[in-house]
């Protein structure tokens, strides 16, 4: 089959980095931009394509950055904005992309917009934000909760009317109903692609148009469903009205038309925040015509029971919903972020090796979240250094996303590299970095580090792998999820087993194979797949031939 040469964005893998954690230049306990660039010969040897950043624009961090007061800056806890120039010429200098964070449905209610439109009834920013009346009892304009816990609405003193917030009430929802709001917004755009950006991670991107008559939202039956992710008093809804207004297709047409302007000499691109499990629902943010977002997230990796016959039909579910939609759309994997409890905790670490290697031979684009590529585990945040502001409103629940977001571990060192030893670090630094550290792992050969650099080059030098077709393989245990990468004559098969028994494979048609690479790193040669041995927790990528 003829091949399409596929753009970086997909072909390539992409690294999530948390600013604040990443690492700290100047030891205030904040990691920063120029505490990246002193880390990009590490990205660039891992073998990475491209780094998204989370926000590092002026914030009062009530979210710690995703409440933005100035969306064309830069935090000075995080540098300048001559330190984030020097970030992009350092990254693309050693061939890394640089995606940023874009923050469209809400700023900061310290943003001086909200600060003019919370100024009266008439001020002309009145209509950058969603200001309701209240019911005649006083209650908020309608039912809807915040994603953090508790309603939705904040009312103001000062002019009887109450705000928009989806999150929390220190991030009032912009109205992108109101042109001018769009207008502006897309200019935010254009000034990140000015400054040389490859693209946009777009935060909760199906949350900036709503039903335009706020409707209530219907409440949500008790069901036996497992959901997605347990999130406390917003699951008493269903959101039907309060977020994905098929409006926001319009949107991301004009978010894709300025993207493409800008994509005549380098390919830009856009990846939307979006928790949908409805693939062909999902696969709607493409575009019809993949005239919208060059893609929506895939959280299907994410909080899944971590079983293969699951992995595979959600996997089969993805690829079905996308070869309806359009024959050149492209999938993404993603096995945690920010916002996400770390892999190697939710699964073992010993899953933790095969889920990278699964991550890294799927048909398409992965984001890697930084550390993972270590096997980092999630912190122990003892209680009075707890941070994060939906673990705080809404305890006991595990929402608190602080066990994920702390300090990348460079080395065994006290604070383990991330800032100096008589430093508190914003988060604690785990204390298992004489073993899951960058330094702790890179002389041996075997470590989870040496495996993800392992599975990053195959991916780049092999077609089939990095875009290539997938086709599931029927006749293994169901332990165990196979399917095969084909690009051209290239095919790979690809052996997941996501148990700790050791399984027998016997795939007779597929005769002699070559393998490539074990998730152990301690075998490779001629396999006869009608007799195949594959060990407990192993994930092995072999050459057919
Ligand atoms: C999704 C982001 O990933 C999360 O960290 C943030 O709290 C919310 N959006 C609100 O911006
Ligand atoms: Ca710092």
């Given at each position: 089959?003829?091949?399409?040469?596929?753009?970086?964005?997909?072909?390539?893998?992409?690294y999530?980095?948390?600013?604040?954690?990443?690492?700290?230049?100047?030891?205030?306990?904040?990691?920063?931009l120029?505490g990246?660039?002193?880390?990009?010969?590490?990205?660039?040897?891992?073998?990475?394509?491209?780094?998204?950043?989370?926000?590092?624009?002026?914030?009062?961090?009530?979210?710690?950055?995703?409440?933005?007061?100035?969306?064309?800056?830069?935090?000075?806890?995080?540098?300048?904005?001559?330190?984030?120039?020097?970030?992009?010429?350092?990254?693309?200098?050693?061939?890394?992309?640089?995606?940023?964070?874009?923050v469209?449905?809400?700023t900061?209610?310290?943003?001086?917009?909200?600060?003019?439109s919370?100024?009266?009834?008439q001020?002309?920013?009145?209509?950058?934000?969603?200001?309701?009346?209240?019911?005649?009892?006083?209650?908020?304009?309608?039912?809807?909760?915040?994603?953090?816990?508790?309603?939705?609405?904040?009312?103001?003193?000062?002019?009887g009317?109450?705000?928009?917030?989806?999150?929390?009430?220190q991030?009032?929802?912009?109205?992108?109903?109101?042109?001018?709001?769009?207008?502006?917004?897309?200019?935010?755009?254009?000034?990140?692609?000015?400054?040389?950006?490859?693209?946009?991670?777009?935060?909760?991107?199906?949350?900036?148009?709503?039903?335009?008559?706020?409707?209530?939202?219907?409440?949500?039956?008790?069901?036996?469903?497992?959901?997605?992710?347990?999130?406390?008093?917003?699951d008493?809804l269903?959101?039907?009205?309060?977020?994905g207004?098929?409006?926001?297709?319009?949107?991301?047409?004009?978010?894709?038309?300025?993207?493409?302007?800008?994509?005549?000499?380098?390919?830009?691109?856009?990846?939307?925040?979006?928790?949908?499990?409805?693939?062909?629902d999902?696969?709607?943010?493409?575009?019809?015509?993949?005239?919208?977002?060059h893609?929506?997230?895939?959280?299907?990796?994410v909080?899944?029971?971590?079983?293969?016959?699951?992995?595979?039909?959600?996997?089969?579910?993805?690829?079905?919903?996308?070869?309806?939609?359009?024959?050149?759309?492209?999938?993404?994997?993603?096995?945690?972020?920010?916002?996400?409890?770390?892999i190697?905790?939710?699964v073992?670490?010993?899953?933790?090796?095969?889920?990278?290697?699964?991550?890294?031979?799927?048909?398409?684009?992965?984001?890697?979240?930084?550390?993972?590529?270590?096997?980092?585990?999630?912190?122990?945040?003892?209680?009075?250094k707890?941070?994060?502001?939906?673990?705080?409103?809404?305890?006991?629940?595990?929402?608190?996303?602080?066990?994920?977001?702390t300090?990348?571990?460079?080395?065994?060192?006290?604070?383990?590299?991330?800032?100096?030893?008589?430093?508190?670090?914003?988060?604690?630094?785990?204390?298992?970095?004489?073993?899951i550290?960058?330094?702790?792992?890179?002389g041996?050969?075997?470590?989870?580090l040496?495996?993800?650099?392992?599975l990053?080059?195959?991916?780049?030098?092999?077609?089939a792998?990095?875009?290539?077709?997938?086709?599931?393989?029927?006749?293994?245990?169901p332990?165990c999820?196979?399917?095969?990468?084909?690009?051209?004559?290239?095919?790979?098969?690809?052996?997941?087993?996501?148990?700790?028994?050791?399984?027998?494979?016997?795939?007779?048609?597929?005769?002699?194979?070559?393998?490539?690479?074990?998730?152990?790193?301690?075998?490779?040669?001629?396999?006869?797949?009608?007799?195949?041995?594959?060990?407990?927790?192993?994930?092995?990528?072999?050459?057919?031939?």
């Amino acid at each position: 089959m003829a091949q399409k040469n596929r753009a970086w964005w997909q072909s390539g893998v992409i690294y999530q980095i948390y600013p604040r954690s990443y690492m700290d230049s100047n030891n205030d306990g904040i990691g920063d931009l120029k505490g990246i660039t002193s880390r990009l010969d590490y990205l660039q040897e891992l073998g990475i394509d491209a780094i998204w950043l989370s926000p590092f624009y002026p914030s009062p961090m009530a979210d710690f950055g995703y409440d933005i007061s100035d969306y064309c800056n830069v935090d000075p806890l995080f540098g300048t904005l001559a330190d984030f120039d020097e970030m992009v010429a350092a990254a693309h200098a050693r061939g890394i992309r640089v995606v940023v964070d874009y923050v469209p449905n809400h700023t900061s209610d310290q943003h001086p917009w909200f600060q003019e439109s919370r100024r009266s009834r008439q001020n002309p920013k009145r209509d950058w934000y969603v200001w309701r009346d209240p019911k005649a009892n006083g209650d908020p304009p309608n039912n809807w909760i915040s994603v953090f816990g508790g309603p939705a609405w904040e009312y103001d003193e000062a002019t009887g009317q109450y705000y928009l917030h989806s999150f929390l009430s220190q991030q009032p929802d912009l109205n992108w109903r109101n042109p001018e709001v769009k207008k502006t917004m897309l200019e935010v755009l254009r000034f990140w692609l000015d400054r040389g950006v490859d693209g946009f991670r777009i935060d909760v991107a199906h949350f900036i148009m709503k039903d335009p008559e706020l409707r209530d939202n219907p409440l949500q039956p008790p069901s036996d469903e497992p959901n997605w992710k347990p999130m406390g008093e917003y699951d008493r809804l269903i959101h039907l009205h309060d977020r994905g207004h098929p409006d926001v297709h319009g949107v991301f047409r004009e978010i894709r038309a300025l993207l493409n302007a800008y994509s005549t000499e380098r390919p830009r691109y856009s990846v939307g925040e979006i928790h949908v499990f409805d693939w062909d629902d999902w696969a709607s943010y493409y575009g019809r015509n993949l005239d919208e977002l060059h893609m929506p997230f895939n959280f299907g990796l994410v909080n899944i029971d971590w079983k293969a016959p699951a992995i595979r039909k959600m996997v089969e579910g993805v690829e079905g919903a996308l070869s309806r939609l359009h024959p050149e759309a492209w999938s993404n994997y993603v096995l945690g972020n920010h916002d996400e409890h770390r892999i190697a905790s939710r699964v073992g670490p010993e899953q933790a090796r095969m889920a990278m290697l699964l991550l890294l031979s799927l048909r398409g684009t992965p984001t890697l979240y930084y550390g993972d590529e270590l096997g980092m585990l999630d912190g122990d945040i003892p209680a009075d250094k707890e941070k994060d502001p939906w673990g705080l409103r809404q305890p006991g629940l595990g929402l608190g996303r602080d066990p994920e977001r702390t300090p990348m571990q460079w080395d065994a060192s006290v604070n383990g590299g991330f800032t100096a030893p008589e430093v508190e670090p914003w988060l604690p630094v785990s204390p298992n970095t004489s073993e899951i550290s960058v330094a702790a792992q890179r002389g041996n050969p075997r470590s989870m580090l040496n495996l993800s650099k392992a599975l990053l080059t195959m991916r780049r030098s092999t077609p089939a792998l990095n875009q290539g077709t997938y086709t599931s393989v029927e006749g293994v245990p169901p332990e165990c999820f196979a399917f095969i990468r084909q690009a051209g004559d290239q095919k790979r098969l690809v052996l997941t087993n996501f148990t700790s028994l050791d399984l027998r494979i016997s795939l007779p048609n597929l005769g002699q194979g070559n393998l490539l690479i074990s998730s152990y790193l301690d075998r490779a040669g001629r396999v006869d797949l009608a007799a195949f041995h594959l060990r407990e927790n192993e994930g092995c990528i072999i050459e057919l031939l």
